[in-house]
């Protein structure tokens, strides 16, 4: 399984971006998709996860301006941040979960975007 995440970069206080994942490999069913963010120091936190079918759910501190959705003819997923701060800024990872059978389900991590957001 391969995952390509890109469109991190460089944004003002308030601007946007839009991350993209797209999966490749893939011989199992995928069962949900997320984008995680790590600070300097810390953990990789969840940001945002979709479901296979479709449900999402966000942290706190995104809900309302990070929207996460995806492509399934393509296996991709994006993640739309507006209203961006500068404490969002992170490397940004996509996971994808696949289920190979009733009981095997294995996270993939892509490589990471970084997103940076000025002051």
């Known amino acids: 399984v391969q995952l390509q995440a890109s469109g991190g970069g460089l944004v003002q206080r308030g601007g946007s971006l839009r991350l993209s994942c797209v999966a490749s490999g893939i011989t199992g069913r995928i069962y949900d998709m997320s984008w995680y963010r790590q600070f300097p120091g810390k953990q990789r936190d969840l940001v945002a996860v979709?479901?296979?079918?479709?449900?999402?759910d966000a942290a706190d501190s995104v809900k309302g301006r990070f929207t996460i959705s995806r492509d399934n003819a393509e296996n991709t997923m994006y993640l739309q941040m507006n209203d961006l701060k500068p404490e969002d800024t992170a490397v940004y990872y996509c996971?994808?979960?696949?289920?190979?059978?009733?009981?095997?389900?294995?996270?993939?991590w892509g490589q990471g975007t970084l997103v940076t957001v000025s002051s």
């Open positions: 996971n994808v979960r696949i289920q190979y059978s009733n009981s095997d389900y294995r996270a993939h």
């Open positions: 979709i479901s296979s079918g479709g449900s999402t």
